[in-house]
């Protein structure tokens, strides 16, 4: 079962106490998919369950009975039609104006009512992917793309659309704002799997950046030894070790002979001992004197 399908579910088998909210509810799935064919209204739906659960509605709203059938021309949507003189001056209003609000579209008598229409509206129209691979949440609505974007920038939400030549669809692609629409529908699951996606892809984030630091450090640490390594045996070579400072001999011996030694280990094998810090400071001092020899020794 997709997320879609899981959010759908969840919606159907809700129970909604109030008659506001079932009422805004059934208005959600109308003004998502609702059509007037003549006196009759015409709703299609996705699945034969949504469309038994919006019968119900139906009957209990307008106590009218749907016929739930297959469309002729085939595929896999349901679709209900009734008579309502209601439920047909409702959808009329709808496409008469696109400047409408939620309040032009459901009477708000409990704080659930608003909730309810959107639930109404992403059972008919909405589609989710799963949070948890890619951000998005779309709604084909065709004619009435314009409206639901209205209403969803009242609610502080900033869709987009995308208009196709045969549907116009609403979408978001930024898990903010996918996360206010479940927020402001009620649906608290998703918001959850939000949030907890962007705390793993997050913490990944931060692992791959402690990794790539580790890495690039560890990389440039083994390029200065080699470095130091390669001046060092040139000295040795040459005979110029005992040309250095005592101390500088010394540290430039026990390198030589320890090479893959970490700073750390290496400073703890010096007579006396010396802090890894003096010792990084001795490498480049050697560093620096070995190479003023190596390029007197060349110049000659």
Sequence with gaps: MSVSQEQKKEIIEHIYKSVCCRR??????LFAKGETEGKTVVITL??????????????????????????????????????????????????ASDNFTVCDLIIQKCTSCLPSFLRG?????????DPKKQFSLEFTLNDRADTFAKILRDLSMEPLISRK??????????????????????????????????????????SQRYLNCVTSNYDRMTAVSERQINIISRLE???????????????????????DLPLSALAAQMTPTI?????????????????????LTDDI
């Design 46 to 95: 996705e699945k034969r369950e949504y469309a038994n659960f919006a019968a119900r509605l139906i009957k209990e709203i307008y106590g009218k009975d749907a016929d739930i059938y297959r469309p002729e021309s085939g595929g896999r949507n349901v679709k209900l039609s009734f008579d309502s003189p209601s439920a047909s001056k409702y959808i009329a209003e709808i496409d």
């Design 237 to 259: 070579e040459l005979k110029l070790l005992s040309s250095l400072p005592e101390e500088l001999e010394e540290t430039a011996r026990l390198k030589l002979r320890y090479p």
């Design 165 to 206: 030549k045969n549907c116009n669809v609403v979408y978001f692609r930024k898990g903010d704002e996918i996360e206010s629409f479940y927020g402001y529908a009620g649906l608290n699951r998703v918001v959850f799997d939000i949030i907890e996606t962007k705390i793993k892809t997050l913490a990944r984030r931060e």
């Design 24 to 29: 805004a509810l059934l208005s959600g799935i």
């Design 275 to 295: 802090s890894k810090s003096g010792l990084s400071h001795r490498l480049k001092k050697i560093e620096e004197v070995g190479a003023r020899l190596l390029k």
């Design 121 to 129: 509206v992403f059972l008919a129209s909405g589609r989710l992917s």
